[in-house]
């Protein structure tokens, strides 16, 4: 039982060297899914989506921290928060993307279930040749599942 | 003597040499992870035949390994509550949010805080609140974090666990943290001191920070980066007890790895109490977790290496060599010592370095009048390779640790850039420390 049944497409795609403004309207658009970010040659090199805009609302030092480090001292207006998004408006979302690797069409469904058990709950599919074929996440195998009842 | 036959029967010094200069090599290429390098140079040292296995386990200083994994643990459960962040930030309210006056107490807090941690740590700590002080600064985080690398390797070298060349020293010796406290604050706090009032002179006293930026800063709740008061009581309870069992160790009789190590279980105990099993499990694995085994496993393999080296009898040639330059005497020998652990330091590991300087400096005790004569010689080794750390960006781990934060955080610290500016302060900084060799000991 391979994942190509339940694949659906993606909403959009991105380019490495789109613009994060452009980025977080796509992002928004596609009701803040998280979209595959493709290289010039077309392979997909990595995700972004509403937790990489998360991310870029925090102060660097915050970002660069582990997961102990707190925020909780920090007194901000949400006009610093809109400041700090809008510094890295024009940057290149491959600058801020969260690596991904694609899972490919023949990978089995059980197979593609146990990574999102692992937290990649937004995966992207691929063919023989490393192109986008869609997008392989909780909703579109549980929609399916359903719908085949 | 090698206990075991060597290799196609060549000379033990020979093949202890190569495997040495190999091992070295390929730390330095930075190609392979340093711990994988570290024991797969052990193991040759064994497979070929100049140790055995048992003589290459009696290399291993256990002490050193139980302080570094005792100490990490320790540290790993206390930054949880939060109080390095809440000691960054009130200190940064401490001087109302003036730049200038941010840039000496981040040095201050670095310095200190280092004294206690190991250095990679203290910057992993400190340097995120440092970066996202300078943001709401609206200034350039660079003479921020070029000042924090400076101060962790000057504070690091104060202490016996500040600095991994200071815990290797302590435990071949058996110098104390008094030792060490006594013998080498006085002079790191005359270089901090110095080093905060350049760093001043040619950044500090040209920052400026608009007045809603400064607001900003002083709008900071320091006790809001407090998550776990419990927490940080336990932590600060049991820090103060593992300080104040290094201090009174020699009294008591017990070796800093031991009082590391059971300080650390204590605060895991504590950490614990309250919590199931499961939870206990997963919490423990956590802290675990956080050691930072590729520098414990370096530390083995690296002990390994050198204990080869020592037993094949390279180091004591070598001693011998030395002591024919410099004619046996004490005070050109721990000039010689600290000057060339400083340069060599800028440019290579210190770790190695000083695990090999160890056993070098030992045998030449008979020279300089037994053990007591060597004193000099073991503070040079120290603040030679301690302070060295600071001529280059690749001198020491924190180093490297603060400029792969700086790239990515989108304010690089270059190569040149920095040692245009560095190399000459850790000259001023070991010319100082000279002085003071000099001065008190020669």
């Given amino acids: ?124 599919v691929v063919d023989d040749q490393g192109r986008l074929v869609g997008m392989l996440t909780a909703a579109s195998v549980l929609t399916t599942l359903v719908e085949e009842r | 003597m090698p206990a075991a036959s060597v290799i196609f029967g060549l000379p ?140 962790s390797n000057i504070g690091g070298t104060s202490t016996l666990i500040g600095d991994p060349p200071n815990i290797l020293i302590g435990s071949a010796t058996g110098l104390s943290f008094n030792d060490f406290a006594m013998n080498l604050a006085p002079v790191i706090v005359g270089i901090q001191a110095v080093t905060i009032g350049v760093f001043h002179l040619v950044y500090g006293r040209a920052l400026n920070a608009s007045p809603e930026a400064r607001a900003k800063v002083m709008g900071m709740s320091a006790r809001a980066a407090i998550t776990d008061m419990v927490l940080l009581r336990q932590s600060l309870a049991v820090l103060a007890v593992v300080i104040g069992a290094f201090v009174f160790a020699h009294p008591l009789g017990l070796e800093p790895g031991t009082i590391a190590l059971v300080g650390a279980a204590l605060l895991m105990l504590l950490y614990c109490l309250g919590r199931d099993a499961e939870s206990q499990s997963r919490e423990i694995n956590r802290i675990f977790g956080e050691v930072e085994w590729i520098t414990i496993f370096f530390f083995i393999g690296l002990f390994v290496v050198v204990r080869g080296v020592e037993v094949a009898g390279v180091l004591h040639w070598l001693a011998q060599h030395l002591m024919a330059v410099t004619g046996g005497d004490r005070a050109v020998t721990a000039m010689l010592i600290l000057w060339a652990s400083a340069i060599l330091s800028a440019v290579v590991d210190n770790i190695p370095f000083v695990a090999t300087m160890i056993p070098l400096v030992k045998s030449m005790a008979p020279t300089m009048g037994g053990d007591a004569g060597l004193e000099p010689l073991w503070w040079a080794l120290s603040l030679g390779a301690c302070l060295g750390g600071n001529g280059t960006l690749v001198g020491a781990s924190a180093n490297l640790t603060v400029a792969g934060m700086a790239e990515r955080a989108g304010h690089p610290v270059r190569f040149m850039p920095f040692l245009k500016v560095a190399f000459g302060l850790m000259l001023l900084s070991v010319a100082i420390a000279s002085l003071y060799l000099w001065l008190r000991y020669l």
């Fill in chain 2, 12 to 151: 033990p010094m020979l093949v202890a040499t190569l495997v040495l200069a190999v091992t070295y090599a390929a730390i330095i290429s930075e190609r392979v992870n340093r711990a994988v390098v570290a024991l797969l140079g052990a193991g040759i040292m064994i497979l070929c035949g100049v140790l055995d296995q048992k003589e290459a386990l009696a290399g291993i200083d256990f002490n050193t390994i139980a302080l570094l994994v005792g100490m990490m643990i320790l540290v790993a459960i206390t930054r949880r509550s939060g109080v390095f962040q809440f000691v960054a930030v009130w200190t940064a309210k401490l001087v109302k949010a003036n730049p200038a006056g941010i840039l000496v107490m981040l040095q201050v807090v670095t310095a200190l805080f280092s004294a206690l941690l190991d250095n990679v740590t203290t910057v992993l700590l400190v340097v995120p609140v440092a970066l996202v002080i300078t943001e709401q600064l609206k200034i350039r985080p660079w003479p921020f974090l070029v000042a924090m690398i400076f101060a």
């Fill in chain 1, 1 to 124: 039982m391979t994942c190509a049944p339940y694949v659906v497409p993606a909403s959009a795609v991105l380019r490495c060297d789109d613009s994060v403004a452009k980025a977080m309207s796509l992002v928004a658009a596609s009701c803040f899914a998280p979209l595959p970010v493709l290289s010039a040659e077309g392979r997909v090199v990595g995700l972004f989506g509403p937790r990489e805009l998360a991310r870029l609302l925090l102060p660097t030092g915050a970002r660069l921290a582990g997961g102990n480090f707190t925020l909780g001292f920090l007194s901000e207006q949400p006009e610093g928060l809109r400041e700090r998004l809008a510094s890295v408006a024009g940057d290149d979302v491959a600058r801020h993307m969260a690596p991904h690797t694609p899972i490919r069409a023949e990978t089995s469904l059980h197979e593609a279930l146990r990574r999102m058990h692992h937290g990649a709950t937004y995966q992207s």
